[in-house]
């Protein structure tokens, strides 16, 4: 009898610590537990200590609030231009209603990704291949707008969806490939033209400021060289006239300047000025003038003058003769002289006129 109450009084301390422990539940944080009373939906059990009825509220598995993310396997999508793509997206959302969540569809996750393949197949539908790939922005947002529009009353908020990769075909891909390598070869030829003309306009440039310096340089050289000359040439001429030279000493010094006409590459002809010529009388009328005469020259301008004195007496003599014979011809003789006289003039004969009248007069 004993045994039995014993018996008895700890089957009964099991059960209700049994039941004790179904009454009470612990939520965690972030969690949320739908509960059902008689098989109806009753409360939603908060985070912390909660209490229920043991075998009349049934607590239905908890519900995750944080902010979840969802991997989707890559699915093909066609575009406009009839080309299959391959995209995998990755959605980011949150349960707001728990309720919702759990009674108004009955598996928010397969149903959001449904959802999203349907969404993306639209909205990609109506792009091209190029388009597809450089408008990624454009499609997280429509896809965004339209899941969050749908899942509203099943409690969740889609915060983000983001495509992972869109693959193309290999087709596509190698002849994406070409052109992109196309493009580079075309961008680095650019380049290459660009930085040749570039160092080309500069180059230019720097030899346009060279020149233009070296022609400044030369032209102050010049000047400075034509403004030296100039202030040499009027030492010169200054001197000169302060010491008032000769004429004579001015034309010996255009004889010194004479052999550098005849220097140079070009010396086959050369022009003399009209002053040598003046200089050259001065210097012959300085060389006769200033130099006394040697007794040579004294001795043969005496012998000159004796000759010419000889060649005058002679001269006066024969005239003199000539003219006695002149009285004591005749006429007729006279004139037969002049003609032998002319005929050996013709013959180059060297006679004397008398001596000719005489072979002419005689018979």
């Known amino acids: 009898m004993g045994d039995s109450v014993l018996i008895g009084g700890i089957i009964v301390a099991l059960v209700v610590v049994f039941t004790v422990l179904r009454a009470v539940r612990i939520v965690p944080q972030a969690r949320a537990g739908n509960v059902e009373r008689l098989g109806r939906y009753y409360r939603t059990l908060g985070p912390g200590l909660n209490f229920v009825i043991p075998f009349i509220d049934r607590v239905h598995r908890l519900i995750d609030l944080r902010e979840q993310v969802v991997s989707f396997q890559p699915q093909p999508v066609i575009t406009e231009d009839n080309l299959v793509v391959d995209i995998d997206t990755v959605l980011y959302f949150q349960v707001t209603d728990p309720r919702a969540a759990e009674y108004e569809i009955a598996n928010f996750i397969q149903g ?43 409690g969740i908020r889609v915060n983000r969806v983001e495509i992972k990769a869109i693959d193309p075909p290999r087709t596509i891909k190698e002849a994406m490939e070409k052109q992109m390598r196309a493009e580079r070869d075309k961008r680095a030829a650019i380049l290459t033209a660009e930085g040749q003309r570039q160092s080309q306009i500069l180059t230019a440039e720097g030899e ?103 060649a005058a007496a002679e001269q006066a003599a024969a005239e003199a003769r000539a003219a006695a014979e002149d009285s004591e011809l005749g006429p007729r003789q006279i004139e037969a002289r002049d003609r032998a006289a002319d005929l050996a003039d013709l013959t180059g004969a060297d006679q004397d006129p008398a001596t000719a009248t005489r072979s002419t007069n005689r018979p």
């Open 112 to 154: 959001v990704e449904q959802l999203t393949v349907t969404t993306l197949r639209n909205v990609v539908g109506g792009m091209d291949l190029e388009q597809t790939l450089t408008s990624r922005d454009t499609i997280n947002s429509q896809l965004r707008g339209v899941l969050d529009e749908a899942t509203g009353k099943w």
């Open 208 to 310: 346009k400021q060279s020149a233009i310096l070296r022609a400044e340089g030369e032209r102050t050289a010049q000047i400075l060289k034509a403004e030296g000359q100039s202030q040499a040439i009027d030492e010169v001429f200054q001197a000169v006239h302060r010491n008032d030279p000769d004429p004579k000493l001015l034309a010996y010094q255009y004889l010194q300047v004479l052999p550098q006409l005849a220097q140079g590459e070009g010396n086959t002809f050369w022009v003399i000025p009209s002053e040598v010529t003046s200089a050259l009388q001065g210097v012959s009328k300085a060389f006769t003038e200033s130099l006394p005469p040697s007794p040579a020259t004294r001795e043969r301008e005496r012998s000159e003058a004796g000759s010419a004195a000889v």
